[in-house]
Protein backbone atom coordinates (compact mmCIF):
# COMPACT_ATOMS: atom_id res chain seq x y z
CA UNK A 1 0.00 0.00 0.00
CA UNK A 2 1.16 3.49 -1.01
CA UNK A 3 1.52 6.26 1.55
CA UNK A 4 -0.72 9.05 1.06
CA UNK A 5 1.26 12.64 -0.02
CA UNK A 6 -1.56 14.51 -1.00
CA UNK A 7 -5.31 14.79 -0.18
CA UNK A 8 -8.23 16.14 -2.35
CA UNK A 9 -10.94 17.54 -0.27
CA UNK A 10 -14.36 17.68 -2.62
CA UNK A 11 -17.02 20.57 -1.36
CA UNK A 12 -20.40 21.13 -2.67
CA UNK A 13 -22.48 22.23 0.07
CA UNK A 14 -23.94 25.64 1.17
CA UNK A 15 -22.02 27.64 2.66
CA UNK A 16 -24.09 29.36 5.74
CA UNK A 17 -26.43 26.15 6.57
CA UNK A 18 -23.62 23.49 6.80
CA UNK A 19 -20.92 22.54 8.76
CA UNK A 20 -19.16 20.84 5.39
CA UNK A 21 -16.88 24.33 4.90
CA UNK A 22 -16.12 24.39 8.36
CA UNK A 23 -14.64 20.90 7.96
CA UNK A 24 -13.31 21.28 4.58
CA UNK A 25 -10.73 24.36 5.80
CA UNK A 26 -10.10 22.47 8.91
CA UNK A 27 -9.61 19.13 7.51
CA UNK A 28 -6.76 21.40 4.66
CA UNK A 29 -5.00 22.39 7.58
CA UNK A 30 -4.80 19.74 9.10
CA UNK A 31 -3.23 17.50 6.63
CA UNK A 32 -0.80 20.38 6.09
CA UNK A 33 0.72 20.67 9.02
CA UNK A 34 1.67 16.93 8.74
CA UNK A 35 3.12 17.83 5.45
CA UNK A 36 0.41 16.37 3.28
CA UNK A 37 -0.58 18.16 0.14
CA UNK A 38 -3.78 19.64 0.78
CA UNK A 39 -6.19 21.10 -2.60
CA UNK A 40 -9.88 21.95 -1.60
CA UNK A 41 -11.80 21.25 -4.68
CA UNK A 42 -15.15 23.45 -4.96
CA UNK A 43 -17.54 21.97 -7.72
CA UNK A 44 -21.30 23.57 -7.28
CA UNK A 45 -22.60 26.48 -7.03
CA UNK A 46 -23.49 27.20 -3.47
CA UNK A 47 -20.11 25.70 -2.23
CA UNK A 48 -18.48 28.65 -4.78
CA UNK A 49 -19.69 31.32 -2.55
CA UNK A 50 -17.03 30.02 -0.52
CA UNK A 51 -14.51 31.67 -2.35
CA UNK A 52 -16.22 34.92 -2.74
CA UNK A 53 -14.34 37.76 -0.77
CA UNK A 54 -15.41 39.76 1.88
CA UNK A 55 -18.38 37.65 3.14
CA UNK A 56 -20.65 38.62 5.84
CA UNK A 57 -21.52 36.38 8.61
CA UNK A 58 -20.91 34.61 11.90
CA UNK A 59 -18.03 32.31 10.29
CA UNK A 60 -14.66 34.22 9.86
CA UNK A 61 -14.52 31.64 6.35
CA UNK A 62 -12.40 34.81 4.87
CA UNK A 63 -9.56 34.53 7.36
CA UNK A 64 -9.50 30.53 7.64
CA UNK A 65 -9.24 30.15 4.11
CA UNK A 66 -6.52 33.07 4.18
CA UNK A 67 -4.75 30.97 6.76
CA UNK A 68 -5.11 27.68 4.51
CA UNK A 69 -3.14 29.75 1.54
CA UNK A 70 -0.88 30.97 3.72
CA UNK A 71 0.17 27.41 4.98
CA UNK A 72 0.28 26.09 0.81
CA UNK A 73 -3.17 24.81 0.51
CA UNK A 74 -4.74 24.90 -2.56
CA UNK A 75 -8.36 26.50 -3.41
CA UNK A 76 -9.86 25.42 -6.27
CA UNK A 77 -13.35 26.53 -7.98
CA UNK A 78 -15.52 24.87 -11.02
CA UNK A 79 -15.86 27.63 -13.89
CA UNK A 80 -19.10 25.99 -14.17
CA UNK A 81 -20.26 26.51 -10.52
CA UNK A 82 -18.96 30.13 -10.17
CA UNK A 83 -20.52 30.93 -13.63
CA UNK A 84 -24.18 29.18 -12.17
CA UNK A 85 -23.91 32.51 -9.63
CA UNK A 86 -22.47 35.17 -11.68
CA UNK A 87 -19.12 35.11 -9.68
CA UNK A 88 -16.01 36.42 -11.61
CA UNK A 89 -12.50 35.90 -11.00
CA UNK A 90 -12.27 39.55 -9.41
CA UNK A 91 -15.01 38.42 -7.04
CA UNK A 92 -12.91 35.69 -5.60
CA UNK A 93 -10.70 35.61 -2.44
CA UNK A 94 -7.31 36.24 -4.07
CA UNK A 95 -5.07 32.81 -4.34
CA UNK A 96 -8.11 31.18 -4.95
CA UNK A 97 -8.40 29.68 -8.54
CA UNK A 98 -11.45 28.59 -10.86
CA UNK A 99 -10.51 25.61 -13.04
CA UNK A 100 -12.63 24.62 -16.01
CA UNK A 101 -14.61 20.62 -15.59
CA UNK A 102 -12.30 19.33 -17.50
CA UNK A 103 -9.43 20.17 -14.87
CA UNK A 104 -11.55 18.81 -12.15
CA UNK A 105 -12.22 15.54 -13.67
CA UNK A 106 -8.73 15.32 -14.55
CA UNK A 107 -7.78 15.79 -11.34
CA UNK A 108 -9.94 12.94 -9.81
CA UNK A 109 -9.00 10.89 -11.93
CA UNK A 110 -5.19 11.73 -11.53
CA UNK A 111 -5.83 11.13 -7.33
CA UNK A 112 -7.95 7.83 -8.00
CA UNK A 113 -4.63 6.53 -10.12
CA UNK A 114 -2.10 7.36 -7.51
CA UNK A 115 -3.79 5.53 -4.60
CA UNK A 116 -4.41 9.31 -2.63
CA UNK A 117 -6.88 10.17 -0.50
CA UNK A 118 -10.18 11.47 -1.13
CA UNK A 119 -12.08 12.68 0.94
CA UNK A 120 -16.07 14.12 0.37
CA UNK A 121 -17.21 17.03 2.90
Not at 3 to 24: C, F, G, R
Not at 35 to 61: R, S
Not at 107 to 112: D, G, P
Amino acid sequence: MSKVTKVLILLNDMVYESTAPQHALRFARCYRKRGIDATIMIWGPMGAILTKKNKVGTQNYDDKIQECLDLGVKIKCCELAASIIGMTPDEMIPGTEIITTKELTNTLIEYTEEGQLVIYV
